[in-house]
């Protein structure tokens, strides 16, 4: 696979991260994700009206290797990172 003709050593697109979502493989463009990002990673359908997600990671950058990631925070990715996404009604 390339962007533009153009990819890495390993065959992987430049400036792509291999992430693990709820146990599901998935592919991100952007190393800085919001929470909104990887809500919709786990529930495409993702209505944040209706519903609370919570997110906790593992695997991440530097001092940030593990933590939670609430309403309009972000976080840095790299490969592996690992996050755990619920859903519940908001009440």
């Known amino acids: 696979m390339s962007i533009d003709g153009v990819e890495d050593k390993k065959g992987k697109p430049p400036n792509s991260y ?5 146990g599901r493989p998935r592919t991100v463009y952007e190393k800085k994700q919001t ?7 786990a529930y495409p359908d993702a209505d944040f009206e209706k519903f609370q997600y919570t997110i906790t ?7 940030h290797t593990e933590g939670d990631l609430v309403e309009g925070e972000s976080v840095n990715v790299k490969d592996g990172m690992v996050f755990n996404v619920r859903r519940s009604d908001k009440s």
């Open 18 to 22: 291999d992430l693990i979502v709820n």
């Open 35 to 41: 929470y909104r990002d990887i809500a919709k990673l």
């Open 57 to 63: 990671y593992f695997k991440g950058e530097h001092d």
